[in-house]
Each structure stands twice: as structure tokens, then as C-alpha cells.
């Protein structure tokens, strides 16, 4: 791969996804999109690239871009953020919505494992909830709805019981019962694209370790749209050591509850 | 430094080493298994005794109980499962966390490990990112 090659590769990522593509990920990069050039029938990926800076970006663009996110996930990442979330939060939405469903929203769901850990919490204390689950990449999508892991990803962060009480074995595989899979309703989305002024909110948010390789201007936007579709009272989780700093104003952490944020008053008054 | 298995006083010696060590003891009849589950468990500040099969292991518990055991299913002399239920037939042998570490990947083999009395379950192959999220499951880190 040419420095030129990179350098349009990086201003891809960053206009596309708000992707903070760094140098020292040249060699990384290379790695991931050696196997997007031979699906996609070409035979280098210096190949693949001159084909598409001399298109406009469709299809072949973004196969390349969802290969240079970062899909690592695993089930109950951050396992205090769940701790929190089915201790405190969804008891709490329990009593507030009053058999309302509960509305979920995993931005930036990757393979789905956050999905099926919210949605385990839920099943467990008997909560209501809907999951809406979105992401960049169709490729981690196809997965995410098949419910289906390896013994490998299977067991990342998930005990032996609660694997056997929620997943089936087929073969090799590990899939996601039945119950647990119609919580969650998986979708397309990019987060930098503004969503329709009546989107349905959402009681909580989940949107782990999406912004951590995101310039600046991109993780404010994202903030504030995950402003516009949190109810007032909702909750934001965020990675465990992620923070917000100057990128928005949309949000303040919860002291004590790492990667927890609520509204901040300068948001709540603008709606108001 | 290579440890022999199933001396009690071996566990003490490495006790001295800093103020409150957990203790961790791998049960495989795998050398290459117990040194690479050695290495990740080192990793996570645990002293680390060894033990080829589950009556190696046995002595073991009666000297000195762990904190956590890592077991193997299936060894010569005494499997997995038939240590497990006499381990936790001795005084103070419910103490251990034990974790199954081994090839077997069938659900009902898992459940009929779980409810032999093992709190959680390793299926290999595994790396030290599923070691350590069992680990943090389990309570022991």
C-alpha cells in the first residue's frame, strides 16, 4: 500500500465513520483488507484500492471501511456496567414504566454480544425490553442476528451456567435461544448520520468502545445525537474508561458508576 | 523454576514471596497445558502449584487448600470429576473455586460438571482474555 493509498484510505474513514485512522495502523490495515480483496475477486489489494478511488463510494467502499472498524466485543465487557444496569437501572425502569416496555438502544452493537448481555439481565428480573441493536458493519450484523458463536467467543466473558441457560449447542456453534432473540430487532446505522426528527427515544443507551477511535468533531456529533434520542431520564453507558471531556456538553458522568452518564442540565434546559 | 506437583510444603515456601498471594493449582496430565496455563494465570498475581492428575491433586487439597483449581476432565489415576467430588467432601474442600479447564465441549457433560460442584467452566481451547474474564466471574480476581 502506497502513502497515497493511506492517506485516502484515512480521509475515507474519517468523512465516512468519523474514524481516527492513525499511521502506525498502516501495517493493520494491510492485514484486514487482504481478505475484503479476495472477496470482493481482486488480486491485491493495491488492486482493489485503485479501483475505488475511481468510483464514487458504494458497496465496495464500505466493505472496506467496516474492515478497518474495530469489531472487538465480548459478552458483559466492562462487567460493572452490567452490574450497574440490571442492579440498579432496571429495577428502577421496572417500577417507572409500570409494564411499559423498556426501550434499549446498542449503538454500535458489533457482533451482538452486548445485545444478548442486556438481554439476559432483562429475561432474568422479568423487565420488558425492547433492543434495538445498530451498527456500521453489514458484516457484523450478519452475525449478530444469527445469535451464533464459537466455543471461543462463547466463553468471553460469559460463566459455563449462564452459557447453558440462554445458548443452544448446534455442532461447534453456541446460539442464542429463541426468547433471547426476539428481544432484539438488529439494524444498520451510522451514528453520524442524523436520524429522523420523530425517532422513537430510548430509556437507556449503550455505546461502548465506539467512540474511542473517533476524531474529535465526530464523537460531538455522535454525542449529541444520542442526546436527541435519550429520554430525559434515560442513561448513557459508555466504555469504562471512556470520557467525554470537551467533545459535548450533551452529557455528565454519574460519579462512582464508571462509564455512566446522564443528561447535563445545559441539555435538559435546551429542551425544555 | 520448575515446581513438582502435589507438595503441600512447595505451596507454603511460595507464599513467603509477598503480603497475601492468592494460590491457584492446575490440575492437567498436559505439561505444555499446565505451563501456558501457568504463564496466563502468573499473569493475573496468582502463586502457582501444579498437579498431573486428580490424586496428585487430592494430596495436594489436603495439605493446603487453594484458592482456585484449574482442572482437567479427563487424566490417568484419578479424572477430573472424580477429584472434584472428593475435594469437596473434605473439610473445607467447598472453599476452592474450581474451574474445569479441558476438550470436553458437550452441554450436558458441562452441566453434569457444574453440578458436581465446579463454579465455572473453561472449554479449550482458551487464551488468557477468557481465563481472566472466568477468573473475574467466578470471584477470584
Known sequence: MSPEDFDRLQSLMATRAGYRLTRDRMKLAEHRLGPVARREGFETVDAMLAALWGKPVAGLGWSIIEALLNPETWFRRDRAAFETFSRELLPALIRARAGQPIRIWSAGCSTGQEVWSIGMAALELGAPVEIVATDLSRRALEKARTGAYTGFEIQRGLKAQTMLRWFDQAEDAWIARAELRALAHFARANLLTAPAADAPRFDVIFCRHVMDDMESAARGQVLDQLERRLVDDGCLFLGAEERIGDDSLAFRPVAGRKGLFVKSPAALKRAA | ?141
Open chain 2, 1 to 141: 523454576m520448575r515446581r513438582c506437583a502435589g507438595r503441600a510444603p512447595r505451596g507454603l515456601s511460595s507464599r513467603k514471596k509477598s503480603v497475601t498471594p492468592r494460590t491457584c493449582l492446575i490440575v492437567d496430565d498436559s505439561r505444555i497445558i499446565r505451563k501456558v496455563a501457568r504463564r496466563i494465570v502468573e499473569g493475573l498475581k496468582f502463586d502457582v502449584d501444579e498437579a498431573a492428575d486428580g490424586s496428585e491433586a487430592l494430596a495436594f487439597c489436603a495439605g493446603v487448600m487453594p484458592d482456585v483449581i484449574l482442572l482437567d476432565w479427563s487424566m490417568p489415576v484419578m479424572d477430573g470429576l472424580t477429584f472434584l467430588r472428593r475435594l469437596r467432601a473434605l473439610p473445607g474442600g467447598d472453599r476452592p473455586k474450581v474451574l474445569f479447564c479441558t476438550i470436553e465441549t458437550r452441554a450436558e457433560r458441562i452441566a453434569e460438571a457444574l453440578s458436581a460442584g465446579a463454579d465455572d467452566y473453561v472449554m479449550k481451547p482458551f487464551d488468557g482474555e477468557i481465563l481472566s474474564s472466568k477468573f473475574a466471574e467466578v470471584g477470584a480476581v
